[in-house]
């Protein structure tokens, strides 16, 4: 759980937001917590970017997902399900960028890709639930996902059961937030008239993860087992949801 929290802050929470024990309470699902990933000096750490499941979601999701990484330059996003009604998309910043520019950006993104998503002009900076944790409505458990997996997550609103820690952290600890060079380039890229690139773009500071794409629209049970072996996890569905014994 230690490290679960560390990969948390280290992505997403601003200095001092939230507080490593409260946290953890959140996360076992002892605790309901909300906190925006604005910090009280105006500086934004991360967004999320919603996708309200419905019959072209996940799909949705995908090609966004991988035209940040191919048509932008930036870092592979993470992925959850929130235990309700929705796919998330989730951006870091290192350093946090200022709030207006932040939500200029979300917003860019929104009108370029997801034209038809409500967007609240304060977005940045409104209190989110970082997973995982109980959602207070469903009962069911939000969660970093594997990012071949959201299809499967359709007709679902969640996890029945808290995902192991484990395997949350192996998700989040190859995230890399993006740097200012990337986020100015973006948008750049997303500016007034600009075309969008179908082609890979590379930045500086890029890894090979961001040219090759996140997702898969349609990632076979072959696919999901060489991911997860790769990041040292046992790929049966039983490890993905099922906690870790204390």
């Given at each position: 759980?230690?490290?679960?929290?560390?990969?948390?802050?280290?992505?997403?929470?601003?200095a001092?937001?939230?507080?490593?024990?409260?946290?953890a309470?959140?996360a076992?699902?002892?605790?309901?917590?909300?906190?925006?990933l604005?910090?009280?000096d105006?500086?934004?750490?991360?967004?999320?970017?919603p996708?309200?499941?419905?019959e072209?979601?996940?799909?949705?999701?995908?090609?966004?997902?991988?035209a940040?990484?191919?048509?932008?330059?930036?870092?592979a996003?993470?992925?959850?399900?929130?235990?309700?009604?929705?796919y998330?998309?989730?951006?870091s910043?290192?350093?946090?960028?200022p709030?207006?520019?932040?939500?200029?950006?979300?917003?860019?993104?929104?009108?370029?890709?997801?034209?038809?998503t409500?967007?609240?002009g304060?977005?940045?900076r409104?209190?989110?639930?970082?997973?995982p944790?109980?959602?207070?409505?469903?009962?069911?458990?939000?969660?970093?996902?594997?990012?071949?997996?959201?299809?499967?997550f359709?007709?679902?609103?969640?996890?029945?059961?808290?995902?192991?820690?484990?395997?949350?952290?192996?998700f989040?600890?190859?995230?890399e937030?993006?740097?200012?060079?990337?986020?100015e380039?973006?948008?750049?890229?997303?500016?007034?008239?600009?075309?969008?690139?179908?082609?890979?773009?590379?930045?500086?500071?890029?890894?090979?993860?961001?040219?090759?794409?996140?997702?898969?629209k349609?990632?076979?049970l072959?696919?999901?087992?060489?991911?997860?072996?790769?990041l040292n996890?046992?790929?049966t569905?039983?490890?993905?949801?099922?906690?870790?014994?204390?």
């Amino acid at each position: 759980m230690q490290k679960l929290i560390a990969e948390l802050m280290r992505l997403y929470l601003p200095a001092g937001a939230v507080p490593p024990d409260v946290l953890a309470l959140h996360a076992l699902g002892q605790q309901h917590l909300e906190v925006s990933l604005t910090g009280a000096d105006g500086l934004t750490r991360a967004f999320m970017i919603p996708f309200r499941k419905g019959e072209q979601a996940w799909e949705q999701l995908c090609d966004v997902a991988n035209a940040l990484q191919q048509e932008l330059g930036l870092p592979a996003p993470a992925v959850s399900i929130s235990g309700d009604d929705a796919y998330g998309l989730w951006l870091s910043f290192e350093p946090a960028q200022p709030a207006a520019q932040a939500q200029a950006l979300l917003e860019r993104l929104r009108d370029r890709y997801v034209p038809d998503t409500d967007l609240p002009g304060d977005a940045v900076r409104r209190p989110v639930a970082l997973p995982p944790c109980v959602h207070p409505r469903s009962g069911k458990w939000s969660a970093f996902i594997h990012p071949g997996m959201g299809a499967s997550f359709a007709d679902e609103p969640g996890l029945d059961m808290a995902p192991p820690p484990h395997g949350q952290v192996t998700f989040l600890e190859k995230c890399e937030s993006v740097n200012p060079e990337q986020f100015e380039h973006a948008m750049a890229m997303l500016g007034p008239g600009q075309p969008v690139v179908q082609q890979a773009v590379a930045m500086p500071g890029a890894t090979s993860s961001q040219a090759t794409g996140l997702l898969l629209k349609d990632a076979t049970l072959e696919d999901i087992v060489r991911h997860l072996h790769a990041l040292n996890i046992e790929p049966t569905f039983r490890h993905l949801i099922t906690p870790l014994t204390r």
